[in-house]
């Protein structure tokens, strides 16, 4: 059973518009919720993340939103550009064992 | 790949064979992770370890193994691979200290026919 769960499957967008990718989760004890970037033969990069004491964090042309008593958070690409195009997970994990539960991963293709 | 490297990073094996992979990291991080990597599951978490000779099992264990002898080096023994075991490995490290971020190498795409 997936503790984070993911979507959608997969999104495209233009060149320059929004990306938005939405995960929710149900174990409360999770206090740390990362965002990683996969290129196809490559391993999962760390790209941003957020501790639940906040309700956004941006980085450059990334965002994450964070709403805690939803349970949710997401991740906005802000002016998407073609090298945006790869696979997105979510994921959480808390501090007692650091243990990262994955969402099942979102393939983005921005279109030039 | 923050100081990781994998071996092999493909293999073919049949049904029943045994199947060893290596993760090398060279900044002696304490915590390890292997995870695979399959189709609509995300990651999963196989086995990790907290220090030499300190292992423990993720969500997925059933027909791994681990070990893990030195600093550097954490094995994923498959004892007697199966076809269900075909997947995308990764292995992951966790600077020490209070910290969350895990940084993942470069991966093992395993076949098993």
């Known amino acids: 059973q997936q503790q984070v769960k993911q979507s959608p499957q997969s999104l495209i967008v233009q060149k320059g518009g929004i990306s938005i990718i939405n995960c929710a989760y149900e174990?409360?004890?999770?206090?740390?919720f990362p965002w990683y970037q996969q290129f196809p033969g490559k391993g999962p990069a760390l790209l941003i993340a957020i501790r639940p004491d906040v309700s956004e964090k941006k980085e450059g042309r990334f965002t994450i939103s964070f709403n805690k008593s939803a349970k949710q958070f997401s991740l906005h690409i802000m002016d998407s550009q073609p090298g945006d195009s790869a696979t997105y997970f979510c994921a959480a994990s808390t501090s007692n064992d650091y243990k990262l539960s994955f969402g099942a991963g979102t393939t983005v293709t921005v279109r030039a | 790949d923050a100081g990781i490297t994998q071996s092999p990073r493909h293999k073919v094996t049949e049904t029943g064979t045994p199947v060893t992979l290596r993760c090398h990291q060279t900044e002696n991080h304490r915590y390890m992770y292997w995870y695979r990597q399959d189709p609509g599951h995300g990651l999963r978490l196989i086995h990790y370890s907290y220090g030499v000779k300190d292992t423990d099992k993720g969500e997925v264990s059933d027909g791994y193994s681990v070990s893990r002898s030195k600093t550097e080096d954490f094995l994923l023994t498959l004892e007697s691979a199966t076809s269900s075991q075909t997947s995308v490995y990764f292995c992951a490290i966790r600077p020490s200290g209070i910290t969350y971020e895990q940084y993942f190498g470069p991966g093992t795409r395993l076949t098993v026919t």
């Open positions: 174990n409360t004890a999770f206090d740390y």
